[in-house]
Structure formats: structure tokens, C-alpha cells
């Protein structure tokens, strides 16, 4: 077992494996790239000891992995348990900085991070694919880039997502949190939900 390493560690390492581990089940991804373009210092400690993260997460009902070509670690947890419930708006967002990350990505390919402003995602979302009819409140929109952030799902670049020309990064995590068939199934839901309202709001103006 690979926990033997634990009791060999220095306070200090022992204090930062469970800095780590905590951060990792809080956040789910760990990227190898920081911001300021070096191997972040968690990710460089989780593949240095890589088999005490397996042994003492597999305890706990959870299995770590570790993406080599995007430099991704995350974790699942093994019973479907801890997963993140996320309202419409948020997931509209989510889905939307998956596909504009893959077109983006095409374009591009010497990076894995794709540069995004909020007026380009909200241009996608209201008018190409009339996802939502209008903006959506400011304050649901700060919470929701808020909780992607929170999760190294994106990087804000500039100071406020207030500001439409506010730059954030989609990261690589991206592909693993919405894969691709994921990505079609909600995209059906919610061209179908977007259908059935127009419907409605149709009828309603047709009985006035």
C-alpha cells in the first residue's frame, strides 16, 4: 500500500497532502498549467505522489485521474455521490463555453486554454442559439461564472464579468466535465424546453 509513504512524509508534506486533497475533492480539477504558465504546485505534488492520492481517495469511495494530454487531474467519486446540481443558467453557460471552446480550439491548436469574453458568450446564447430569450439577470450571471470559476472549469482574465468585454478563459477541464455526447443530449433538452415555451407564448397571444 502506498500509505506507508504517508508516515515517511515530513509534517510539512503531511500538512500539504491534505491541503490538496482537500482542495482537489472541493474543486474537482487540478490543472497542470497556472496562470502564470508553470506546472502549478499542486499538480506537480499530486503526480509525484500519485499512488497515495489513488490509496487514500479509493478509502473514501473515491477514484483520481489524470488526463497526460490536456493536464487535467480530477476526481469521481466511485458511487455518484458529491456531484455538483447546477441551475438552467449556469449549465446554458457551461454548454455554450463547450462549444464555442471547441471551435475556438480548432482555430488554434498550440494552446488547450481558449480566450472568451462574456459578450461573445452571451451572443451565442440569446442570439445564435436562442438558448435564453434575453440577458439574464447580472447578479445570476456573476453567480453562475462564479461557480464554473470556483471549479477551474474558466479563468477570468480581467477584473469584472460586469463589463461585456470582460475576458475569462475556458480551461481544458472542459471537455471532461461535458463530453461530447453530454454536450448533444442537453442541447436537445434545452432547444426542446426553448421550443415548447415559444409554444406556449404563441397559444397564449392566440386565446388574447
Known sequence: MNLQRFEEMTQKEKDEFSRICNMLLSVTYILRESTDRRISREYRFIE????????????????????????II??????????????KLPTVMLITMRIIYEDHRAQ???TNDV??????????IVNEFSLYPKKPPQKEIKESFSI????????KVDNSYDDFECRFIVLPS?????????CKMICDILKTERSDLSNEETNTALVD
Open 174 to 182: 472542459i471537455l471532461i466535465a461535458v463530453p461530447n455526447e453530454k
Open 108 to 110: 488554434a491548436s498550440d
Open 48 to 71: 509525484s505522489n500519485m499512488g497515495l492520492f489513488e490509496d487514500y481517495l479509493e478509502m473514501s469511495g473515491w477514484k483520481i485521474y489524470k488526463d497526460s494530454q490536456y493536464g
Open 148 to 155: 464554473l470559476e470556483n471549479h477551474n472549469l474558466i479563468r
Open 74 to 87: 480530477y476526481v469521481r467519486n466511485v458511487d455518484g455521490y458529491n456531484k455538483l446540481t447546477l441551475d
Open 115 to 124: 480566450c472568451v469574453t462574456v459578450g461573445e458568450l452571451f451572443g451565442k
